[in-house]
C-alpha cells in the first residue's frame, strides 16, 4: 500500500494517522519512542505492509508485473493500487469520513501540518512534496500516476525499464483494476479487525 491507501486506512483517527505516515520512516524499535497511540498507526502500517504481501491477489498483481519490471513488481503495484483507490474513491466510506477525495487529501494535509515537528526532517520533506504537488488528489488522474512512476524511475538507479510502467498500466488497466477490486474490501476488513484490537482491550 502506498500513502493514500495508508491514510485512508487510518479511520480519520489523528494519532494513527501520524503513525501511519511514519511507517515508512520509523525503523525497528524506534516506534517505542513516540505516544502510545502513534506507536500503534506505525504498528498498523506494518501490519498493513505484511498482510497486504502475503495476500494471493496483490501476488498475481505483482506476477503480472514481474516479467517486466523484476524486484520493482511489489512497489508499481503499491502505485497502482493508490491510483485505483482515487477513482473508486467514493465506494469506500468510514464513519465520518467524506466520499470526494478532494476533501480527504485536504483534511490529511492540514492532520499532518498539525504535527509537523513530531516528524522526523526526511517525513517533513516528503510531507511538504506531498502537498505542495498535492499527491494525493493527483493519484487517480493518469497525469497524476505519470509523474507518480516517472519519479519512480528516477530514483532506481539500477532499473532501466520504469519508465515503462505508465504504458503498462494504461495497456492493463482493467485487468489491474479488477485486482485492486477484489482485494480492497480485504484489507479494509483486516484494518477494522486491527483497531479493534487496539482500543477495545
Given at each position: 500500500?502506498?500513502?493514500?491507501?495508508?491514510?485512508?486506512?487510518?479511520?480519520?483517527?489523528?494519532?494513527?494517522?501520524?503513525?501511519?505516515?511514519?511507517?515508512?520512516?520509523?525503523?525497528?524499535?524506534?516506534?517505542?519512542?513516540?505516544?502510545?497511540?502513534?506507536?500503534?498507526?506505525?504498528?498498523?502500517?506494518?501490519?498493513?505492509?505484511?498482510?497486504?504481501?502475503?495476500?494471493?491477489?496483490?501476488?498475481?498483481?505483482?506476477?503480472?508485473?514481474?516479467?517486466?519490471?523484476?524486484?520493482?513488481?511489489?512497489?508499481?503495484?503499491?502505485?497502482?493500487?493508490?491510483?485505483?483507490?482515487?477513482?473508486?474513491?467514493?465506494?469506500?466510506?468510514?464513519?465520518?469520513?467524506?466520499?470526494?477525495?478532494?476533501?480527504?487529501?485536504i483534511f490529511?494535509?492540514?492532520?499532518?501540518?498539525?504535527?509537523?515537528?513530531i516528524l522526523?526532517?526526511?517525513?517533513?520533506?516528503?510531507?511538504?512534496?506531498?502537498?505542495?504537488?498535492?499527491?494525493?488528489?493527483?493519484?487517480?488522474?493518469?497525469?497524476?500516476?505519470?509523474?507518480?512512476l516517472n519519479?519512480?524511475?528516477?530514483?532506481?538507479?539500477?532499473?532501466?525499464?520504469?519508465?515503462?510502467?505508465?504504458?503498462?498500466?494504461?495497456?492493463?488497466?482493467?485487468?489491474?483494476?479488477?485486482?485492486?477490486?477484489?482485494?480492497?474490501?480485504?484489507?479494509?476488513?483486516?484494518?477494522?479487525?486491527?483497531?479493534?484490537?487496539?482500543?477495545?482491550?
Amino acid at each position: 500500500m502506498n500513502f493514500l491507501a495508508h491514510f485512508f486506512l487510518s479511520h480519520r483517527i489523528e494519532n494513527i494517522i501520524i503513525g501511519n505516515f511514519l511507517g515508512d520512516f520509523v525503523r525497528g524499535n524506534k516506534y517505542k519512542d513516540y505516544p502510545e497511540e502513534i506507536a500503534k498507526g506505525i504498528m498498523l502500517h506494518r501490519n498493513i505492509d505484511t498482510f497486504t504481501d502475503q495476500h494471493p491477489i496483490i501476488l498475481q498483481t505483482n506476477k503480472r508485473l514481474h516479467a517486466n519490471f523484476g524486484k520493482y513488481a511489489p512497489v508499481i503495484t503499491d502505485i497502482y493500487y493508490d491510483h485505483f483507490l482515487g477513482v473508486h474513491f467514493n465506494k469506500y466510506k468510514f464513519e465520518n469520513q467524506s466520499k470526494e477525495l478532494k476533501d480527504f487529501s485536504i483534511f490529511i494535509y492540514q492532520t499532518l501540518e498539525k504535527n509537523y515537528e513530531i516528524l522526523p526532517p526526511l517525513a517533513q520533506q516528503v510531507f511538504l512534496k506531498m502537498k505542495e504537488q498535492d499527491w494525493l488528489t493527483h493519484y487517480a488522474t493518469l497525469y497524476g500516476m505519470e509523474q507518480s512512476l516517472n519519479g519512480l524511475s528516477r530514483r532506481a538507479k539500477y532499473a532501466t525499464n520504469l519508465h515503462e510502467s505508465f504504458d503498462f498500466l494504461k495497456q492493463n488497466y482493467s485487468v489491474i483494476e479488477s485486482d485492486f477490486l477484489l482485494f480492497f474490501p480485504d484489507i479494509m476488513q483486516f484494518v477494522h479487525e486491527k483497531l479493534n484490537e487496539y482500543f477495545c482491550k
